[in-house]
T-cell receptor, first 115, second 114 residues
């Protein structure tokens, strides 16, 4: 089975721009979560989608949004980029039941640099 | 609320030596426990997880961890490390309730030298 794929792998944007990141989960997985990883704050939860519904959201401003499509692919969008948004954005998928005990399988991440 | 503390930010060891990476957690509800590894320029890979039952959990690559409920700890161990084990290791917890988030510690960088 193919793993979680994220596109693009690297992205450079300037302040004020907006960006869309994409995540394709493992086939058959219905839950997709997004995390932001920075050297200072570590790994922080952004949001989780299950069957196209947002089930949980982390403590991030409204500039961060996401969605999930009927094929379980997910996108996250960041509007009005700030320098502090520079980070590795990780997507993780887990199996169809969406249980907390499920293993989350992570993609390689998208490295976003905001100049 | 939940929090995870990884007590060592960096652990340098020599090849073939044993290693222990320490993790303590705090939670007002029951949680599942996980250890993930991140190699340079890669995503996270699950090493092992504790759901219930035996408190000693064996994972991939020769790693194991022991859940201690009274001390709210979940330390990761390997009896003999290899150069290839050099990576960052993350301890995480997740409440039983579906739809809750994985809460990660800040990570421990394991550096194995010859």
């Amino acid at each position: 089975k193919a793993g979680v794929t994220q596109t693009p792998r690297y992205l450079i944007k300037t302040r004020g721009q907006q960006v869309t990141l994409s995540c394709s989960p493992i086939s058959g997985h219905r839950s997709v979560s997004w995390y932001q990883q920075t050297p200072g704050q570590g790994l922080q939860f952004l949001f989780e989608y299950f069957s196209e519904t947002q089930r949980n959201k982390g403590n991030f401003p409204g500039r961060f949004s996401g969605r999930q499509f009927s094929n379980s692919r997910s996108e996250m969008n960041v509007s009005t980029l700030e320098l502090g948004d520079s980070a590795l954005y990780l997507c993780a998928s887990s199996t169809g039941q969406g249980l907390s005990s499920d293993t989350q399988y992570f993609g390689p991440g998208t490295r976003l640099t905001v100049l | 609320a939940q929090s995870v503390t990884q007590l060592d930010s960096q652990v340098p060891v020599f090849e073939e030596a044993p290693v222990e990476l320490r993790c303590n957690y705090s939670s007002s509800v029951s949680v599942y426990l996980f250890w993930y590894v991140q190699y340079p320029n890669q995503g996270l890979q699950l090493l092992l997880k504790y759901l219930s039952g035996s408190t000693l959990v064996k994972g991939i690559n020769g790693f194991e961890a022991e859940f201690n409920k009274s001390q709210t700890s979940f330390h990761l161990r390997k009896p003999s490390v290899h150069i290839s084990d050099t990576a960052e290791y993350f301890c995480a917890v997740r409440p039983f309730q579906a739809g809750t988030a994985l809460i990660f510690g800040k990570g421990t960088t394991l550096s194995v030298s010859s």
